[in-house]
């Protein structure tokens, strides 16, 4: 008990203000070593623990309060800090993830254009070659379409005259009649030309009539009139096969261009 009572005595010696007593100088360890101030002491200082009891306890709880409020708002700001750290971490990936992103979508948006541009250089190039297509095609049908009607010329101007047998161009025994209408060689392989020309463009048909063939076969052929009244010739043998001249200055031997006609 005496050492409680000391430990009371300090703390009301702590607690008391001088200025209370202005007059009186309080020296409580010397009070309490005089044994007839001993009870005396113990009883005030039952009412000073008494009325400061209360003070403390108060005390306390508000320290205790503000502790708590402390810690609470260490750990709310501890909260907060980590809360900022993600949020930055967060922030930062975020910022990472935009960077990229617009970067990939810098590059695509390059290689797109550069294909837009291959694209337009093909199409330009396809346009041009189409035109180019189309120029030659154009001209090909021009000049198809010219020569349809050079042709269609050609074959009115051929339709409209008639051939006759020349009585020039001919060997002396054939004999020609009715104004070269008829060609009529009593015997042997003679032959006799037109005289009319026909052109070497286009496609050229004629037609002709034999009355009566008075030998077992005849020749009809086209051959260049001016080669064949040069040669001297009237016909060629080989084989026995019989040659026509061609429209050239070149015999061709082992070549069949005769047409044989067989009396029934």
């Known amino acids: ?61 508000i320290y205790n309060k503000k502790q708590e409020q ?23 990936k975020e910022q990472n993830n935009y960077d990229k992103l617009l970067q990939d979508s810098h590059n695509l948006l390059q290689q797109k254009e ?14 041009k070659n189409q035109q180019k297509t189309c120029q030659e095609l154009q001209k090909n049908a021009q000049k198809k379409q010219e020569n349809i009607q050079q042709t269609e010329q050609l074959q009115i101007s051929i339709l409209q005259n008639s051939f006759t047998f020349s009585e020039t161009y001919k060997y002396p025994r054939c004999q020609v009649l009715q104004d070269g209408k008829i060609f009529y060689n009593k015997g042997g392989f003679l032959s006799c030309l037109c005289d009319q020309a026909i052109s070497n463009q286009g496609i050229v048909r004629f037609s ?23 040669s001297g010739q009237r016909s060629l043998s080989y084989n026995e096969q019989w040659l026509l001249f061609q429209p050239s200055s070149k015999r061709e031997i082992s070549q069949f261009n005769s047409i044989l006609f067989y009396q029934q």
């Open 70 to 92: 402390f810690d609470l708002s260490q750990i709310k700001n501890s909260e907060l800090q980590n809360t900022l750290s993600e949020f930055k971490e967060i922030k930062r």
């Open 114 to 127: 550069l294909e837009i541009k291959q694209l337009q250089h093909t199409q330009r190039e396809l346009i």
């Open 208 to 230: 002709f009539l034999i009355h009566d063939i008075g030998t077992n076969q005849t020749m009809v052929g086209i051959g260049a009139r001016e080669i064949i009244s040069k």
């Open 1 to 61: 008990m005496q050492l409680s009572y000391d430990k009371i005595l300090n703390s009301i010696d702590q607690l008391l203000i001088p200025q209370q007593f202005p007059k009186l100088i309080l020296n409580l360890p010397t009070l309490h070593s005089l044994p007839q101030e001993r009870q005396l002491v113990i009883n005030f200082a039952n009412e000073v623990v008494q009325e400061i009891t209360p003070h403390i306890n108060k005390f306390r709880l």
